[in-house]
Protein backbone atom coordinates (compact mmCIF):
# COMPACT_ATOMS: atom_id res chain seq x y z
CA UNK A 1 0.00 0.00 0.00
CA UNK A 2 1.51 3.75 -0.86
CA UNK A 3 1.15 6.47 1.26
CA UNK A 4 1.81 9.56 -1.72
CA UNK A 5 -1.09 12.21 -1.32
CA UNK A 6 -2.22 14.21 -4.88
CA UNK A 7 -4.39 15.80 -6.50
CA UNK A 8 -7.26 14.19 -8.40
CA UNK A 9 -7.81 15.84 -11.92
CA UNK A 10 -11.24 15.04 -12.63
CA UNK A 11 -12.40 16.44 -9.40
CA UNK A 12 -9.34 18.68 -8.06
CA UNK A 13 -9.89 16.97 -4.94
CA UNK A 14 -6.60 15.60 -2.81
CA UNK A 15 -6.30 12.17 -2.27
CA UNK A 16 -5.59 10.76 1.13
CA UNK A 17 -3.02 9.20 0.40
CA UNK A 18 -4.47 5.78 0.47
CA UNK A 19 -4.26 3.28 -2.81
CA UNK A 20 -5.28 -0.44 -2.61
CA UNK A 21 -5.00 -2.16 -5.64
CA UNK A 22 -5.11 1.30 -7.87
CA UNK A 23 -8.14 2.10 -6.08
CA UNK A 24 -7.58 5.86 -4.15
CA UNK A 25 -9.56 7.66 -1.75
CA UNK A 26 -10.65 10.89 -1.93
CA UNK A 27 -10.15 13.22 0.72
CA UNK A 28 -13.65 15.24 -0.06
CA UNK A 29 -14.23 17.67 2.81
CA UNK A 30 -18.13 17.18 4.78
CA UNK A 31 -20.87 19.60 3.70
CA UNK A 32 -21.13 22.31 5.90
CA UNK A 33 -24.91 21.61 6.91
CA UNK A 34 -24.04 18.38 8.22
CA UNK A 35 -21.20 19.23 9.97
CA UNK A 36 -23.08 22.28 11.56
CA UNK A 37 -26.28 19.38 12.32
CA UNK A 38 -23.09 17.36 13.95
CA UNK A 39 -22.39 20.15 16.08
CA UNK A 40 -25.41 21.08 17.63
CA UNK A 41 -26.17 17.17 17.75
CA UNK A 42 -22.95 17.03 20.48
CA UNK A 43 -23.72 20.23 22.31
CA UNK A 44 -27.51 18.64 22.70
CA UNK A 45 -26.11 15.88 23.78
CA UNK A 46 -23.68 17.38 26.45
CA UNK A 47 -26.28 19.78 27.45
CA UNK A 48 -28.88 16.63 28.28
CA UNK A 49 -26.33 15.08 30.10
CA UNK A 50 -25.71 17.97 32.20
CA UNK A 51 -29.73 18.27 33.21
CA UNK A 52 -31.53 15.38 33.04
CA UNK A 53 -30.78 11.89 34.70
CA UNK A 54 -27.89 10.41 31.67
CA UNK A 55 -24.76 8.83 33.88
CA UNK A 56 -25.19 5.12 35.17
CA UNK A 57 -23.21 4.99 38.18
CA UNK A 58 -22.80 2.25 40.45
CA UNK A 59 -26.77 2.03 42.36
CA UNK A 60 -28.23 4.66 40.04
CA UNK A 61 -27.53 7.63 37.18
CA UNK A 62 -26.43 11.16 37.83
CA UNK A 63 -29.59 13.23 38.33
CA UNK A 64 -29.26 16.05 36.59
CA UNK A 65 -29.17 19.99 37.60
CA UNK A 66 -33.24 19.87 37.45
CA UNK A 67 -33.89 16.41 39.29
CA UNK A 68 -36.09 15.16 37.23
CA UNK A 69 -37.20 11.28 38.09
CA UNK A 70 -39.60 9.59 36.13
CA UNK A 71 -40.52 7.39 38.99
CA UNK A 72 -41.97 10.31 40.56
CA UNK A 73 -43.43 11.69 37.58
CA UNK A 74 -45.44 8.89 37.14
CA UNK A 75 -46.24 8.86 40.94
CA UNK A 76 -47.97 12.52 40.45
CA UNK A 77 -49.61 11.39 37.87
CA UNK A 78 -51.21 8.69 39.41
CA UNK A 79 -51.72 10.50 42.67
CA UNK A 80 -53.81 13.21 40.24
CA UNK A 81 -55.59 10.77 38.74
CA UNK A 82 -56.66 9.26 42.06
CA UNK A 83 -57.38 12.31 43.67
CA UNK A 84 -59.49 13.18 40.91
CA UNK A 85 -61.62 9.59 40.75
CA UNK A 86 -61.87 9.62 44.86
CA UNK A 87 -65.64 11.23 45.03
CA UNK A 88 -67.07 8.58 42.65
CA UNK A 89 -64.86 6.18 43.97
CA UNK A 90 -66.63 6.64 47.40
CA UNK A 91 -69.86 7.08 46.15
CA UNK A 92 -69.55 3.73 44.33
CA UNK A 93 -68.53 2.10 47.69
CA UNK A 94 -71.04 4.08 50.06
CA UNK A 95 -73.93 2.38 47.22
CA UNK A 96 -74.52 -1.37 48.03
CA UNK A 97 -74.14 -2.79 44.65
CA UNK A 98 -78.07 -3.86 43.41
CA UNK A 99 -78.85 -0.45 44.30
CA UNK A 100 -76.24 0.89 41.74
CA UNK A 101 -78.97 0.44 38.75
CA UNK A 102 -81.34 3.55 41.04
CA UNK A 103 -77.92 5.72 39.95
CA UNK A 104 -77.61 6.22 36.17
CA UNK A 105 -74.54 8.38 36.26
CA UNK A 106 -72.86 6.39 39.35
CA UNK A 107 -73.54 2.55 37.07
CA UNK A 108 -71.80 4.27 34.11
CA UNK A 109 -68.81 5.16 35.90
CA UNK A 110 -69.11 1.98 37.91
CA UNK A 111 -68.99 -0.04 34.48
CA UNK A 112 -66.37 2.15 33.09
CA UNK A 113 -64.15 1.74 35.86
CA UNK A 114 -65.16 -2.40 35.65
CA UNK A 115 -64.28 -2.35 31.75
CA UNK A 116 -60.52 -0.76 32.36
CA UNK A 117 -60.28 -3.30 35.39
CA UNK A 118 -61.12 -6.01 33.37
CA UNK A 119 -58.84 -5.71 30.91
CA UNK A 120 -55.98 -5.67 33.50
CA UNK A 121 -56.92 -8.61 35.87
CA UNK A 122 -60.08 -11.15 33.79
CA UNK A 123 -58.88 -11.45 30.17
CA UNK A 124 -56.40 -14.07 30.70
CA UNK A 125 -58.91 -16.28 30.79
CA UNK A 126 -62.40 -14.69 30.00
CA UNK A 127 -60.69 -13.30 26.73
CA UNK A 128 -60.83 -9.93 25.66
CA UNK A 129 -64.49 -10.27 24.40
CA UNK A 130 -65.53 -11.96 28.30
CA UNK A 131 -66.35 -14.60 25.75
CA UNK A 132 -64.46 -17.16 27.49
CA UNK A 133 -62.84 -20.81 25.77
CA UNK A 134 -63.11 -24.11 27.13
CA UNK A 135 -63.08 -24.45 31.66
CA UNK A 136 -63.86 -20.80 31.10
CA UNK A 137 -67.37 -19.47 31.28
CA UNK A 138 -68.50 -17.22 28.65
CA UNK A 139 -69.80 -14.20 30.08
CA UNK A 140 -71.69 -12.42 27.52
CA UNK A 141 -74.59 -15.65 27.65
CA UNK A 142 -77.48 -15.88 30.27
CA UNK A 143 -75.72 -19.06 31.83
CA UNK A 144 -74.97 -18.79 35.49
CA UNK A 145 -73.71 -21.25 37.88
CA UNK A 146 -73.64 -18.76 41.03
CA UNK A 147 -76.11 -16.17 39.73
CA UNK A 148 -75.97 -13.36 37.80
CA UNK A 149 -77.25 -10.44 39.51
CA UNK A 150 -75.34 -7.74 40.79
CA UNK A 151 -74.89 -9.08 44.24
CA UNK A 152 -74.45 -12.63 43.43
CA UNK A 153 -71.43 -11.61 40.43
CA UNK A 154 -69.92 -9.32 43.51
CA UNK A 155 -69.98 -11.95 45.73
CA UNK A 156 -68.34 -14.61 43.22
CA UNK A 157 -65.77 -12.24 42.46
CA UNK A 158 -65.07 -11.45 45.88
CA UNK A 159 -64.55 -14.79 47.59
CA UNK A 160 -63.59 -16.83 44.48
CA UNK A 161 -64.58 -20.23 43.08
CA UNK A 162 -62.88 -23.03 44.81
CA UNK A 163 -60.34 -21.38 46.57
CA UNK A 164 -59.31 -23.78 49.66
CA UNK A 165 -57.65 -21.12 51.86
CA UNK A 166 -61.38 -19.12 52.14
CA UNK A 167 -64.36 -20.49 54.20
CA UNK A 168 -66.51 -17.96 51.93
CA UNK A 169 -65.62 -19.34 48.38
CA UNK A 170 -67.72 -20.86 46.09
CA UNK A 171 -67.69 -23.87 46.25
CA UNK A 172 -69.12 -27.55 44.36
CA UNK A 173 -67.85 -30.87 44.05
CA UNK A 174 -68.84 -33.22 41.46
CA UNK A 175 -67.93 -37.12 41.49
CA UNK A 176 -66.08 -38.91 39.63
CA UNK A 177 -67.79 -41.67 38.39
CA UNK A 178 -65.01 -44.16 37.42
CA UNK A 179 -64.92 -44.98 40.89
CA UNK A 180 -69.25 -45.45 41.40
CA UNK A 181 -70.32 -46.82 37.60
CA UNK A 182 -68.77 -49.30 34.80
CA UNK A 183 -67.78 -47.23 31.54
CA UNK A 184 -71.14 -49.09 30.12
CA UNK A 185 -73.09 -46.93 32.41
CA UNK A 186 -71.46 -43.95 31.88
CA UNK A 187 -71.78 -44.30 28.53
CA UNK A 188 -75.39 -44.27 29.10
CA UNK A 189 -75.50 -41.36 31.36
CA UNK A 190 -73.63 -39.42 28.38
CA UNK A 191 -76.67 -40.46 25.74
CA UNK A 192 -79.01 -39.50 27.99
CA UNK A 193 -77.83 -35.65 28.81
CA UNK A 194 -77.15 -35.64 25.24
CA UNK A 195 -80.54 -36.35 25.00
CA UNK A 196 -82.10 -33.63 27.34
CA UNK A 197 -79.71 -31.10 26.08
CA UNK A 198 -81.75 -31.88 22.24
CA UNK A 199 -78.69 -33.72 21.24
CA UNK A 200 -79.93 -37.68 21.18
CA UNK A 201 -82.55 -39.96 21.77
CA UNK A 202 -84.48 -41.12 24.71
CA UNK A 203 -82.13 -43.87 26.84
CA UNK A 204 -84.38 -45.28 29.76
CA UNK A 205 -80.75 -46.59 31.34
CA UNK A 206 -79.45 -43.74 31.24
CA UNK A 207 -82.53 -41.91 32.32
CA UNK A 208 -82.91 -44.14 35.85
CA UNK A 209 -79.28 -43.67 36.18
CA UNK A 210 -79.28 -40.11 36.12
CA UNK A 211 -82.27 -40.00 38.66
CA UNK A 212 -80.08 -42.48 40.97
CA UNK A 213 -77.17 -40.21 40.89
CA UNK A 214 -77.41 -37.19 39.49
CA UNK A 215 -80.57 -35.38 39.94
CA UNK A 216 -79.91 -34.26 43.65
CA UNK A 217 -77.78 -31.85 42.02
CA UNK A 218 -78.82 -30.95 38.82
CA UNK A 219 -82.55 -31.47 39.51
CA UNK A 220 -84.92 -34.38 37.79
CA UNK A 221 -85.12 -32.67 34.40
CA UNK A 222 -81.36 -32.11 34.43
CA UNK A 223 -81.86 -28.01 35.33
CA UNK A 224 -79.28 -27.30 37.57
CA UNK A 225 -79.19 -25.64 40.59
CA UNK A 226 -77.30 -22.78 41.79
CA UNK A 227 -77.31 -23.92 45.53
CA UNK A 228 -75.14 -26.46 44.82
CA UNK A 229 -73.62 -24.79 41.68
CA UNK A 230 -74.84 -27.09 39.72
CA UNK A 231 -75.34 -26.71 35.62
CA UNK A 232 -78.26 -26.43 33.69
CA UNK A 233 -77.80 -29.45 31.05
CA UNK A 234 -80.34 -28.88 29.04
CA UNK A 235 -80.27 -25.53 27.57
CA UNK A 236 -76.88 -26.48 25.44
CA UNK A 237 -74.51 -24.17 27.11
CA UNK A 238 -71.88 -26.10 28.15
CA UNK A 239 -68.29 -24.89 30.12
CA UNK A 240 -66.17 -27.74 28.52
CA UNK A 241 -68.00 -29.37 26.01
CA UNK A 242 -71.22 -31.39 25.01
CA UNK A 243 -70.23 -33.59 22.86
CA UNK A 244 -69.80 -37.19 23.89
CA UNK A 245 -66.11 -37.58 24.08
CA UNK A 246 -66.29 -34.19 26.69
CA UNK A 247 -69.35 -35.14 28.71
CA UNK A 248 -67.94 -38.73 28.75
CA UNK A 249 -64.51 -37.16 30.40
CA UNK A 250 -66.43 -34.82 32.81
CA UNK A 251 -68.46 -37.53 34.15
CA UNK A 252 -65.50 -40.04 34.24
CA UNK A 253 -63.09 -37.33 36.39
CA UNK A 254 -65.24 -34.74 36.70
CA UNK A 255 -64.13 -31.13 36.70
CA UNK A 256 -62.90 -28.53 39.47
CA UNK A 257 -61.92 -25.18 37.98
CA UNK A 258 -60.80 -22.24 39.94
CA UNK A 259 -61.61 -18.95 39.75
CA UNK A 260 -59.19 -16.85 42.35
CA UNK A 261 -60.82 -14.57 45.02
CA UNK A 262 -60.35 -10.93 44.11
CA UNK A 263 -60.79 -9.34 47.45
CA UNK A 264 -57.07 -10.45 47.92
CA UNK A 265 -56.10 -8.69 45.47
CA UNK A 266 -58.00 -6.06 44.65
CA UNK A 267 -59.94 -3.08 46.47
CA UNK A 268 -63.52 -3.40 47.06
CA UNK A 269 -64.35 -0.78 44.57
CA UNK A 270 -62.67 -2.16 41.44
CA UNK A 271 -64.26 -5.43 42.87
CA UNK A 272 -67.86 -3.44 42.54
CA UNK A 273 -67.16 -1.89 39.29
CA UNK A 274 -65.69 -5.36 38.08
CA UNK A 275 -69.61 -6.55 39.18
CA UNK A 276 -71.23 -3.69 37.33
CA UNK A 277 -69.24 -4.01 33.89
CA UNK A 278 -69.86 -7.73 34.01
CA UNK A 279 -73.49 -7.81 34.91
CA UNK A 280 -73.46 -4.85 31.69
CA UNK A 281 -72.22 -7.52 29.06
CA UNK A 282 -76.03 -8.82 28.25
CA UNK A 283 -76.17 -12.38 30.21
CA UNK A 284 -76.65 -10.48 33.30
CA UNK A 285 -79.69 -10.50 35.33
CA UNK A 286 -82.20 -7.90 36.62
CA UNK A 287 -81.77 -7.33 39.96
CA UNK A 288 -85.16 -7.61 41.73
CA UNK A 289 -84.60 -4.74 43.92
CA UNK A 290 -83.98 -2.28 41.17
CA UNK A 291 -86.28 -3.89 39.13
CA UNK A 292 -89.16 -2.83 41.49
CA UNK A 293 -88.29 0.25 42.13
CA UNK A 294 -88.32 1.44 38.78
CA UNK A 295 -91.72 -0.09 38.45
CA UNK A 296 -91.66 -2.59 35.57
CA UNK A 297 -93.17 -5.26 37.48
CA UNK A 298 -95.47 -5.89 40.57
CA UNK A 299 -94.53 -7.59 44.23
CA UNK A 300 -96.03 -10.66 43.16
CA UNK A 301 -94.05 -10.96 39.83
Same mark, same amino acid.
Given at each position: ?27 ? &? ?34 ? %? ?12 ? *? ?15 ? &? ?19 ? *? ?22 ? @? ?33 ? *??? @? ?41 ? !? ?5 ? !? ?12 ? @? ?33 ? %? ?15 ? !? ?6
Amino acid at each position: MKMTKRIDAPTGTETVGHEWDGIEELDT &PLPRWWLMIFVACVVFAIGYVVVYPAIPMRHSATQG %VIRWNSRADYQAQV *AADTARRAPINRAIAAT &PVEQLPQHPALLRAAVEGGRA *AFKVHCVQCHGAGAAGSVGYPNLN @DDDWLWGGDLKSIEYTLINGVRNPDHDATRFSQMP *AFA @DILQPAEINQLVRHVRNISGQGKPNAAGAALFAANCAACHGAE !GKGGREF !GAPNLTDGIWLYGG @DEAALRTTITYARAGVMPRWNARLDPVTIRMLAAY %VHSLGGGEANPAAVLAE !GKVDGGA
